[in-house]
Structure formats: structure tokens, C-alpha cells
């Protein structure tokens, strides 16, 4: 029989979250082994998974890049390739790498508490064989939406189409669009982006959108870090960019929920001065929440707004009856012939790497439990997850996480505990249930609220999504705060044999 390995952490996932926390982990709890278990078979997550024509960030890199890691690239709203260049250096840089094994598809964790460990099962892709490794922590940094497949609606008639229909998720590395004719349907960030990228090659792109999105030009070069980076460190210089863009972003989160409707005029002001007097912005740009109610589409340079001012692209606003045979009708009757639907109609949420999970042979259902600080779950021993902010960028929140998790780590260390639980005690348990993420009612959002942990009324039951409020909470906040239950299993003291006489 061979033994199973085991380790002090696994880590789960091998994207931005999962190299933030080897970083973390060697840095603030250096005594400790870890490993990370990554499906694929290169690290990036996100950044590798999606390769369709002109994939960016849609927020600035110096908030999207590590708190420990300056973002050097010219560009502040980066290109995928760009980034997925700084997170292999920063991996290898660390020896990261060397932590990770690729093609481990993990199914399934389950713990006990009699031994303080999780066993964590995962499928070899290729082989299919099952492996198995112990671990005293379960941190998940698994994202949020499922790599199997986008979310993707049902088109009536879509078989009928003659040309090709593809789904961003999933973009064949040989597609040939040039000078053909190329319908996008979708509204969001993928959208958008897109949509001035095809146009470059395509004979002519529409983005058929059943609702606007609000959309916002930016520059792709952020001015003041430039000029910061010519007189400062590097490091120095980035930290004070990314300070700032925090605080600007944060500031104007604020405003939108204050001043909805001064802040929706100025967007859409803006908008109409792009596209001049004679678009119809109130049709193709004026959505029916207010700014922020959903997430908010970036655009560097205005890249989108000329692709439509120069008639490379346009704008569609209806809904769609069914697919034909050269393209899509509309409920108005409105033909849009098309040789390459896109389907940009966004991300499956899932729920924790769509692993299955038992504590103590329960089945963890995590719908039904409370979110401990957006980052743990009621009565789920030794685990934590990394999810970041819808309204401002991921990495903000995943480096408190794993600060979080190194300071309890250690703290199970200085007290000779093994098990560390969020319980929930006396009023806590009359909590009125708030879903995992208020005030934000996109659609893969709401499908997705239903499988995600109930918030509270209350600290530290309570998921912000603001980074300042989270810095205390996260960040600033004992570990040893009376929710936080830690302790160590009672092993029976093995039997005396009988004394003979
Ligand atoms: C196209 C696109 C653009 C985006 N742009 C931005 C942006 O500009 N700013 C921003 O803040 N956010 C953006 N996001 C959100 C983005 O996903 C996060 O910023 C960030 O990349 C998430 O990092 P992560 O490591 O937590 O998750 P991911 O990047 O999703 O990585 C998760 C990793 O875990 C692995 N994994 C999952 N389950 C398992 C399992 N069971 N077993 C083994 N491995 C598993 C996956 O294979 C993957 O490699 C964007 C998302 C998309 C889809």
C-alpha cells in the first residue's frame, strides 16, 4: 500500500488567485508546505482559457496586478497575452512553478475532524486515474465560472444556419474572418471588445444586443503612472498607482450609489460626444439601471466608438426570433445576414472548482451556509475561497484573502491548533439572509446567487465588495475574534495492555 502525500496546504487553481497565494504562503508562512492542483495544463486560468481577437483586461493593471509585483507593461487596460506573460514571470520568479501539478482535475475534498485534514481527490487528465493528497487547509482559488463551457441561451433555429457559430470561450485558433460579414450577439465586456478587434479584418461586425450595456472610454495608458514611473522606483511608483486608482475607483463606486442619475448623465454625455448629434445613443447606450446596478464596460481609447463612427461596426438593439439559414431575424422583422455569429452571451457561474465536498460524511451544501467576510463559510472547517470584487479589480480582494489566510495559518501555529471553523452562535443564527452579492443584478449573477452562501446583517457575516471597508475587516480585524472557532482533535489515549498480576 503507498502512502498518500500530505501537505500543510493544497491550493486549488493555478490563475491569478491560486499564484497570489503561493506567493503569500512562501512569504508569510515560509514553514509550511503547499501544493497546487490546476486542472489545465499551464497556469493563467482565465488569462490562458480565453484567446478570442483582442482580449484585454477590463480594469487597470496596476489594481488588477499583485500588491507585490509591480505591473511594468506600458499599457494600463492590458492585453490577455501581456498579462498572461506577467503571471508566468511572476510564478517563475518565486518558484511558484514549482508547487504546481498541471492536469489535476480535482472532484472532490473531504474532511474529518477527527484527523484535522482534508483528502483531496482529483482525476489525471489523459489518464483518467484518481489521485489522492492530504492537506491541514483547503484553499480554493478556483474562480468563479465554470471551464467547460460559457453560458450560452437557446436560439430558436440555430441549426439552421449555414455559417459558423462560435462561443468566445471557446475560440477555434484558426478562425478565418476576414472581409466576411460577423453578427456579435451580446452587450457585455467580451462584446465590446470584440467588436472593434473583428472589425479590423471583418468586412463588417453588428453587435446585436437585446439591452444596453453602459460603456465607458478610458485611456489605455494611465498618464500619471507614466509620469510617476519617471521620477520614482518602479516599486514605488506602482504602489502609489495602484493606491490611487483603488481610491478613484472606490470614490466613484460611491458616487453611482449616491448620485445615480448625475452620474448616468455624465456617462451618457460622454457617449453622445463620441458618437455625435445624430446617433441614437438613448436606443443603443442607455441602459435601464443605473450605473454600476451591473458591471460597467471599459473601453480603452474609445476603440469601440470609432469602429461605429467609421461604419466598420454597428449597433443592433432588438430581440432575436429565430436563426436562419444566412443569418438572424428579429422579433421587428429586421434581417441581419451573417457568414460568423458570435455568441458572446457571457459565463456559467459555479461554485467552488464544481467540486463535491463532505465534512465528516455530510454532503456541504454551500447555498445553505453564511458567508464568514466573503472569503469562508459557516460550520466548513479549514477552508477559504479567493473571490474578488464585481466592481473593481479581482487581485484587490485576493491578496487580502491570502493575507487573511497566512495570519490564520499562523495563528493555528502559535496556539497548537489544527482546526479552525466559523461558527455562527446565538442571535447570529437569526440572521436575515441577504443574497451573497446586493445590489447587482446581472443576469449571470442572479442565475448564479441561488448555489452561492447567504450574507447577514452583520460583521463578520457580511460580504462588502468595497476594498476599504474590506481592509479593516479583512486585513485589519484578530483572526481570534470569538466567530472563528479553532481547536485541535481529542485523540483517545491509546489503551494500557492489562497489568498482570
Ligand atoms: C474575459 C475575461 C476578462 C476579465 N477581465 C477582468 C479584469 O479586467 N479585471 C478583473 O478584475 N477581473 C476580470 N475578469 C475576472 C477574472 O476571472 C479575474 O480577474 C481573475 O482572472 C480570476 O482569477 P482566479 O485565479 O481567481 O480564477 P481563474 O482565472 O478562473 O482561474 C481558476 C483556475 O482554477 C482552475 N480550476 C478550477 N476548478 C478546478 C478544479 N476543480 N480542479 C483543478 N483546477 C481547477 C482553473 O482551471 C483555472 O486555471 C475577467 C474575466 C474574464 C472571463
Given at each position: 500500500?503507498?502512502?498518500?502525500?500530505?501537505?500543510?496546504?493544497v491550493?486549488?487553481?493555478?490563475?491569478?488567485?491560486?499564484?497570489?497565494?503561493?506567493?503569500?504562503?512562501?512569504?508569510k508562512?515560509?514553514?509550511r508546505?503547499?501544493?497546487?492542483?490546476?486542472?489545465?495544463?499551464d497556469?493563467?486560468?482565465?488569462?490562458?482559457?480565453?484567446?478570442?481577437?483582442?482580449?484585454?483586461?477590463?480594469?487597470?493593471?496596476?489594481?488588477?496586478?499583485?500588491?507585490?509585483?509591480?505591473?511594468e507593461?506600458?499599457?494600463?487596460?492590458a492585453?490577455?497575452?501581456?498579462?498572461?506573460?506577467?503571471?508566468?514571470?511572476?510564478?517563475?520568479q518565486?518558484?511558484?512553478?514549482?508547487?504546481?501539478?498541471?492536469?489535476?482535475?480535482?472532484?472532490?475534498?473531504?474532511?474529518?475532524?477527527?484527523?484535522?485534514?482534508?483528502?483531496?481527490?482529483?482525476t489525471?487528465?489523459?489518464?483518467g486515474?484518481t489521485?489522492?493528497?492530504?492537506?491541514?487547509?483547503?484553499?480554493?482559488?478556483?474562480?468563479?465560472y465554470?471551464?467547460?463551457?460559457?453560458?450560452?441561451?437557446?436560439?430558436?433555429?440555430?441549426?439552421?444556419?449555414?455559417?459558423?457559430?462560435?462561443?468566445?470561450?471557446e475560440?477555434?485558433?484558426?478562425?478565418?474572418?476576414?472581409?466576411?460579414?460577423v453578427?456579435?450577439?451580446?452587450?457585455?465586456?467580451?462584446?465590446?471588445t470584440?467588436?472593434?478587434?473583428?472589425?479590423?479584418?471583418?468586412?463588417?461586425?453588428?453587435m446585436?444586443?437585446?439591452?444596453?450595456?453602459?460603456?465607458v472610454?478610458?485611456p489605455?495608458?494611465?498618464?500619471?503612472?507614466?509620469?510617476?514611473?519617471?521620477?520614482?522606483p518602479?516599486?514605488?511608483?506602482?504602489?502609489v498607482?495602484?493606491?490611487?486608482?483603488?481610491?478613484?475607483?472606490?470614490?466613484?463606486?460611491?458616487?453611482?450609489?449616491?448620485k445615480?442619475?448625475?452620474?448616468?448623465?455624465k456617462?451618457?454625455g460622454?457617449?453622445?460626444?463620441?458618437?455625435?448629434?445624430?446617433?441614437?445613443?438613448?436606443?443603443h447606450?442607455?441602459?435601464?439601471?443605473?450605473?454600476?446596478?451591473?458591471?460597467?464596460?471599459?473601453?480603452?481609447?474609445?476603440?469601440?466608438?470609432e469602429?461605429i463612427?467609421?461604419?466598420?461596426?454597428?449597433?443592433?438593439t432588438?430581440?432575436i426570433?429565430?436563426?436562419?439559414?444566412?443569418?438572424?431575424?428579429?422579433?421587428?422583422?429586421?434581417?441581419?445576414?451573417a457568414?460568423?455569429?458570435?455568441?458572446?452571451?457571457?459565463?456559467?457561474?459555479?461554485?467552488?472548482?464544481?467540486?463535491?465536498?463532505?465534512?465528516?460524511?455530510?454532503?456541504v451544501?454551500?447555498?445553505?451556509?453564511?458567508?464568514?467576510?466573503?472569503?469562508?463559510?459557516?460550520?466548513?472547517?479549514?477552508?477559504?475561497?479567493?473571490?474578488?470584487?464585481?466592481?473593481?479589480?479581482?487581485?484587490?480582494?485576493?491578496?487580502?484573502?491570502?493575507g487573511?489566510?497566512?495570519?490564520?495559518?499562523n495563528?493555528?501555529?502559535?496556539?497548537?491548533?489544527?482546526?479552525?471553523?466559523?461558527?455562527?452562535?446565538?442571535?447570529?443564527?437569526?440572521?436575515t439572509p441577504?443574497?451573497?452579492?446586493?445590489?447587482?443584478?446581472?443576469?449571470?449573477?442572479?442565475?448564479?446567487?441561488?448555489?452561492l452562501?447567504?450574507?447577514?446583517?452583520?460583521?463578520?457575516?457580511?460580504?462588502?465588495?468595497?476594498?476599504?471597508?474590506?481592509?479593516?475587516?479583512i486585513?485589519?480585524?484578530?483572526?481570534?475574534?470569538?466567530v472563528l472557532?479553532y481547536?485541535?482533535?481529542?485523540?483517545?489515549?491509546?489503551?494500557?495492555?492489562?497489568?498482570?498480576?
Amino acid at each position: 500500500m503507498t502512502e498518500t502525500e500530505h501537505v500543510d496546504v493544497v491550493v486549488i487553481g493555478a490563475g491569478i488567485s491560486g499564484i497570489g497565494a503561493g506567493y503569500h504562503l512562501q512569504d508569510k508562512c515560509p514553514d509550511r508546505s503547499y501544493v497546487i492542483l490546476e486542472g489545465r495544463d499551464d497556469l493563467g486560468g482565465t488569462w490562458d482559457l480565453f484567446r478570442y481577437p483582442g482580449i484585454r483586461s477590463d480594469s487597470d493593471m496596476h489594481t488588477l496586478g499583485y500588491s507585490f509585483k509591480p505591473w511594468e507593461g506600458a499599457k494600463a487596460i492590458a492585453d490577455g497575452p501581456d498579462i498572461l506573460a506577467y503571471l508566468r514571470e511572476t510564478a517563475v520568479q518565486y518558484g511558484i512553478d514549482r508547487h504546481m501539478r498541471f492536469g489535476h482535475q480535482v472532484t472532490r475534498a473531504t474532511w474529518s475532524s477527527d484527523d484535522a485534514t482534508w483528502t483531496v481527490e482529483s482525476t489525471r487528465t489523459g489518464t483518467g486515474e484518481t489521485v489522492s493528497i492530504t492537506c491541514g487547509f483547503l484553499f480554493m482559488c478556483s474562480g468563479y465560472y465554470s471551464y467547460k463551457a460559457g453560458h450560452l441561451p437557446e436560439f430558436a433555429g440555430r441549426e439552421r444556419f449555414g455559417g459558423q457559430i462560435i462561443h468566445p470561450q471557446e475560440w477555434p485558433e484558426d478562425l478565418d474572418y476576414d472581409g466576411k460579414r460577423v453578427v456579435i450577439i451580446g452587450s457585455g465586456a467580451t462584446a465590446v471588445t470584440l467588436v472593434p478587434a473583428m472589425a479590423e479584418r471583418a468586412e463588417h461586425v453588428t453587435m446585436l444586443q437585446r439591452s444596453p450595456s453602459y460603456v465607458v472610454s478610458r485611456p489605455a495608458h494611465d498618464p500619471i503612472a507614466d509620469a510617476l514611473r519617471k521620477v520614482l522606483p518602479d516599486r514605488v511608483a506602482y504602489g502609489v498607482t495602484r493606491w490611487k486608482n483603488a481610491q478613484l475607483g472606490e470614490a466613484f463606486y460611491k458616487r453611482t450609489r449616491t448620485k445615480p442619475e448625475k452620474v448616468k448623465a455624465k456617462l451618457l454625455g460622454l457617449v453622445r460626444k463620441e458618437l455625435g448629434p445624430d446617433f441614437d445613443v438613448d436606443t443603443h447606450f442607455t441602459p435601464s439601471y443605473n450605473p454600476w446596478d451591473q458591471r460597467l464596460c471599459l473601453v480603452p481609447d474609445a476603440d469601440l466608438f470609432e469602429a461605429i463612427r467609421t461604419g466598420l461596426a454597428s449597433v443592433v438593439t432588438g430581440h432575436i426570433e429565430t436563426f436562419t439559414e444566412k443569418g438572424i431575424e428579429l422579433v421587428s422583422g429586421e434581417v441581419l445576414e451573417a457568414d460568423v455569429i458570435v455568441t458572446a452571451t457571457g459565463l456559467q457561474l459555479v461554485t467552488l472548482g464544481e467540486m463535491d465536498f463532505v465534512v465528516d460524511g455530510e454532503p456541504v451544501d454551500f447555498s445553505q451556509t453564511w458567508t464568514y467576510k466573503g472569503l469562508a463559510y459557516s460550520d466548513v472547517p479549514n477552508l477559504a475561497s479567493s473571490f474578488g470584487y464585481i466592481n473593481a479589480s479581482w487581485t484587490l480582494r485576493a491578496d487580502l484573502t491570502c493575507g487573511w489566510v497566512c495570519r490564520v495559518l499562523n495563528h493555528m501555529r502559535a496556539t497548537g491548533t489544527t482546526r479552525v471553523t466559523p461558527r455562527l452562535s446565538g442571535t447570529d443564527r437569526h440572521m436575515t439572509p441577504r443574497p451573497y452579492i446586493d445590489d447587482f443584478s446581472s443576469g449571470y449573477m442572479r442565475r448564479a446567487m441561488p448555489m452561492l452562501p447567504r450574507q447577514g446583517d452583520h460583521a463578520p457575516w457580511i460580504n462588502t465588495q468595497s476594498y476599504a471597508a474590506d481592509k479593516k475587516l479583512i486585513t485589519k480585524a484578530a483572526v481570534d475574534d470569538g466567530v472563528l472557532e479553532y481547536t485541535s482533535p481529542q485523540r483517545p489515549k491509546p489503551r494500557q495492555p492489562p497489568v498482570l498480576a
